[in-house]
């Protein structure tokens, strides 16, 4: 499973981390990603990081976010700075799990988390 936090309301111009920890049965996790969706728009690819530590991210977010992932915790971060009300979504993480050596990932989804920048 696939716990997000890290949401709320706040101020254009200011700053959220979002924190999204993977439980439960784990071998290994590997690619991990953040979407968002807003009102009336279809869900859109945030950023993501390999479990290499590559990253990649959309454009209109490069430079004010940034991914993150603690291996040993199973977890993934994303920092928003520089928040626009553009910005306002639902987050949502997901990572590609794997059980045991002998399966692939299976892609798992948190429960997201909202995200408010007010004007």
């Known amino acids: 499973q696939l716990q997000a936090c890290g949401g709320g309301l706040v101020q254009a111009g200011g700053s959220l981390r979002l924190s999204c920890v993977a439980s439960?049965?784990?071998?290994?996790?590997?690619?991990m990603r953040w979407y968002r969706q807003a009102p009336g728009k279809q869900r859109e690819l945030v950023a993501g990081?390999?479990?290499?530590?590559?990253?990649n991210y959309i454009e209109s977010v490069k430079g004010r976010f940034t991914i993150s992932r603690d291996n040993a915790k199973n977890t993934v971060y994303l920092q928003l700075n520089s928040l626009k009300p553009e910005d306002t979504a639902v987050y949502y993480c997901?990572?590609?799990?794997?059980?045991?050596?002998?399966?692939?990932?299976?892609?798992?989804w948190g429960q997201g988390t909202q995200v408010t920048v007010s004007s």
């Open positions: 990081i390999a479990s290499s530590g590559s990253t």
């Open positions: 439960g049965k784990i071998f290994s996790v590997n690619l």
């Open positions: 997901n990572a590609v799990v794997r059980v045991n050596s002998r399966l692939p990932g299976d892609h798992y």
